[in-house]
């Protein structure tokens, strides 16, 4: 019997045991706010459209409108994160989205209701720099990527339920009463946080400076130019999600004809793709080494999403073909964000607030400004697969270029371990 590898080290020079079952879930809470506050709604987008008197392209600002506050939010919260804890940041943004999901049930406007979506992002970007900044002050390199796909298991719970729980009860009480269900969400998360999060930042560790001078930290990291470019692959990624998630109850349920129940069930086979690509990734992330992964998974991804134009445009295969290859793409998409995340936070750990805050506002900012594009093009099938291989593309000329992942030696420059490379050498 071989005996266990040895705890993950942390940039502080301790270590800290695997993570266990009940801190991935607990952290995978977190990361699950703002997707069950996107999911549980798209069935309603149709009907919010109608009643509100908006059209495609305004309800599907009530989904982008989340993302950008969400966006803009984590710059605030990361800093403050390394000033005061882990702690305090969750407990305040979580109670803050409670309250404002019981405002969006009285909205009026489609307006009023974008105003609260941005606000609801803002506030939930508390949940996503602090889990974020969690893992870091915990866990690096390989053992961070092996984390953050295991997160997906938590995570594909909104994909896989929330539509369906979302268009039940639309369809018992209007899409109002989802904003209440949110609400009560949110409600229970803070008491399971508020019971179970452990404080992972002590006293000793954090920032001194006032929150003036920690704001000014985000030059430094701006000045790593790697850093950067692997902080934007992410967000790149985000944006093919959450063009899909933009574009796909109108193409669906429109194009294809699928009712709301059938549209459920089709977005959460989706969903089961990115569990099934994160988790092949964690199995093999110690191993072969994050870099590694991501250099072969994003091309991979990039043809699958072309095949997805080709089979969405011309209508080949019918939905069968349609889901087939959303599954495909979605699956090597699990290779791509959980590995430039952890390469990023790899490079700044003695600041995993403020770097955390970075790779979240690109990741919500690029998918809230790129997304948009789905509904602003036509909304349709073309417009949407062409935006999310557009994204890819993308992401794809970062690596190569601004990574320079495809040159020799090129982990080394990442300042991680790729294991099956130094074994060959």
């Known amino acids: 019997m071989t005996s266990a590898p040895p705890p993950a080290p942390t940039h502080h020079g301790r270590a800290h045991a695997a993570p266990t079952a009940g801190f991935v879930v607990l952290i995978g809470m977190l990361t699950l706010l703002p997707a069950v506050t996107t999911d ?36 605030v919260v990361g800093p403050f994160s390394d000033r005061v804890g882990r702690r305090r940041p969750v407990l305040i943004g979580v109670g803050l989205h409670a309250l404002l999901s019981l405002l969006c049930v009285v909205a009026a406007t489609i307006e009023q209701l974008v105003a609260l979506r941005i606000a609801q992002g803002a506030a939930s970007a508390g949940a996503t720099v602090v889990a974020m900044a969690v893992i870091r002050d915990r866990y690096a390199g390989s053992e961070a990527a092996r984390l953050m796909s295991r997160l ?12 369906t729980v979302g268009g039940v009860i639309a369809d018992a009480w209007g899409w109002r009463a989802v904003f209440v269900a949110l609400a009560l ?21 954090r920032s ?15 000045r790593d130019g790697r850093f950067v470019a692997l902080a934007v692959i992410p ?32 977005f959460a086979i989706g969903g089961t793709s990115l569990v099934v690509g994160s988790q092949t990734n964690a199995a093999l992330v110690r191993r072969v080494g994050p870099l590694r992964l ?44 959980s590995n430039a995340s952890a390469l990023a936070l790899t490079r700044h750990g003695e600041r995993a607030g403020t770097a955390a805050a970075v790779i979240g506002f690109l990741q919500a900012g690029l998918a809230g400004l790129v997304s ?28 190569t270029f601004g990574v320079r992942a495809y040159r020799p030696g090129a982990w080394l420059d990442q300042g991680v371990d790729e294991p099956a490379v130094a074994a060959a050498h």
């Open 40 to 75: 549980m709604y798209l069935p309603s987008l149709p009907e919010v459209a109608s009643d509100l008197r908006a059209d495609e392209a305004g309800a599907q600002l009530t989904i982008t409108g989340m993302l950008i506050g969400g966006a803009l939010g984590q710059l």
């Open 152 to 163: 997906m298991l938590v995570i594909a719970v909104a994909p896989l339920l929330a539509p």
């Open 185 to 205: 969400f949110a409600v229970v998360m803070w008491l399971v946080v508020a019971r179970f999060l452990p404080e992972t930042l002590p006293v000793g560790r």
């Open 208 to 222: 001194t400076h006032g929150l003036g001078t920690s704001l000014r930290g985000y030059v430094g990291l701006l």
């Open 235 to 266: 967000g790149l990624g985000m944006s093919v999600i959450m063009s899909y998630v933009a574009g796909s109850p109108f193409v669906l349920q429109q194009g294809y004809g699928l009712s709301p129940q059938q549209f459920a069930l089709v």
């Open 294 to 337: 991501l250099r072969v998974g994003l091309p991979a991804a990039a043809v699958a999403t072309a095949a997805l134009v080709v089979v969405a445009v011309g209508r080949v295969g019918g939905i069968v073909a349609f889901v087939a290859a959303v599954w495909l793409a979605f699956t090597l998409l699990g290779f791509v964000m």
């Open 372 to 399: 948009p594009l789905v509904g602003l093009v036509g909304g349709d099938a073309r417009a949407m697969t062409g935006v999310m291989l557009a994204s890819l593309l993308t992401a794809l000329a970062v690596l």
